[in-house]
């Protein structure tokens, strides 16, 4: 299973979710990989990776335009401290990729599918935690991608980067990109006592934010706590950091609708 995670607004606890769903899916045994797709390298920064000790994925990029196909060195993600999890961490050379590689755009879409080719056959899920924006990376791993989840929260500029996301499934589902669908819009930092935020999820659910159509949302919401923020200062998965946290729980029933 090949999962994005992807909203092209920020703020919406993409790399939250990306890392949490990567370790609960290790709790279940699942060997996961995490593509850190993102210049800011936050998931990356979650596993404490020393990028100095391997390839990264801007380095890997790279290597895959300049050299010739048959002399590329192996893909070797690296370890995380968590047994079952690897990742190709990033950096801000990601945006150098994304600004000298963007004349080559037929070529970069299917970049992401000739990396996880080579490597796909040794997990059984694979995250990848996607740049808050549209570049030919972004574009390249919804391309690859299997299903989408899509974090929001209850205000209008992250539904309107929903829909933008939807856009683009659609035009790739209407390229031959048949495997690729909308997993679920998966609501963050949710508050359910004010009304403003069930609102919002109802609009989203009935298809009035959606221009009429209605898409899956999940039926768990990631609820608002501090203690996300408190996981995230101690690098640590919730489950890990505060378990009986109403976040830790939530992922916890999240991980058990997408699998």
């Known amino acids: ?15 939250t979710t990306a890392v949490n769903l990567a370790y609960l899916a290790a709790v279940k045994n699942k060997r996961v990989l995490v593509i850190d797709n993102d210049p800011q390298g936050n998931a990356s920064s979650f596993f ?10 801007p380095q890997i990029i790279m290597d895959m335009f300049k050299k010739e196909r048959d002399s590329i060195m192996p893909i070797i993600p690296y370890h995380t401290q968590y047994k079952r999890i690897d990742i190709l961490p990033s950096d801000m050379n990601l945006s150098t990729c994304n600004m000298s590689l963007s004349k080559y755009q037929s070529k970069i879409s299917m970049l992401y599918k000739a990396i996880l080719e080579s490597i796909i056959q040794k997990y059984d899920v694979i995250i990848i935690d996607n740049a808050p924006n549209v570049t030919p990376l972004t574009v390249s791993a919804l391309l690859a991608s299997e299903q989408v989840i899509v974090p929001v929260t209850a205000d209008k500029l992250t539904i309107d980067g929903l829909n933008e996301i939807i856009k683009q ?3 790739a589902r209407l390229n031959g990109f048949s495997k690729l669908k909308l997993g679920g819009i998966l609501f963050t930092r949710f508050n359910s006592r004010t009304r403003v ?19 899956k949302v999940y039926d768990n919401t990631i609820r608002q706590t501090v203690k ?9 998965p919730l489950e890990i950091a ?3 946290s109403n976040a830790a729980s939530d992922y916890r029933n999240l991980i058990n609708e997408i699998f």
């Open 169 to 171: 499934i659609d035009d």
């Open 228 to 236: 996300v923020q408190e996981a995230t200062f101690l690098k640590q």
């Open 48 to 57: 404490q990776i020393d990028k100095k000790i391997g390839r990264t994925l």
């Open 242 to 244: 505060c378990k009986k």
């Open 197 to 215: 935020d069930r609102e919002t999820m109802e609009y989203v659910k009935n298809g009035t934010l959606t221009g009429g159509i209605k898409y």
């Open 1 to 15: 299973m090949i999962i994005s995670i992807m909203n092209f607004k920020g703020g919406v606890a993409k790399t």
